[in-house]
Nanobody, 122 residues
């Protein structure tokens, strides 16, 4: 079992930056692929980014490529999402997830956090 707790969300203006953190506890953090997903009001949850166990391999949704950076610190059991050049369309609840496969598909992630709200004003 893995427990995930996100933090770092908030209200920012377009063009600003924000860094989300996801602290993990329970089983060995470095065993897991970590992902970030988001859900905007009235929309389905969508993939944002993922990172493999070592941090050497990352993958991003086209909508955030070049603006967001996912990273992890296995010593701190934490995964991060650095978000730059934020846009109003980035407004969503952001969730971190732990799984066994670096994929965009939710079904391969077994553990989820409770989410943190990010709101970007224009």
């Amino acid at each position: 079992q893995v427990q995930l707790v996100e933090s770092g969300g908030g209200l920012v203006q377009a063009g600003d930056s924000l860094r989300l953190s996801c602290a993990a506890s329970g089983r060995t953090f470095s065993d897991y692929v970590m992902g970030w997903f988001r859900q905007a009001p009235g929309k389905e949850r969508e993939f944002v980014a993922c990172i493999n166990w070592s941090g050497e391999s990352t993958y991003y949704a086209d909508s955030v490529q070049g603006r967001f950076t996912i990273s992890r610190d296995n010593a701190k059991n934490t995964v991060y999402l650095q978000m730059n050049s934020l846009k109003p369309e980035d407004t969503a609840v952001y969730y971190c997830a732990a799984g066994n496969l670096a994929t965009v598909h939710e079904r391969h992630y077994n553990y989820w956090g409770q989410g943190t709200q990010v709101t970007v004003s224009s």
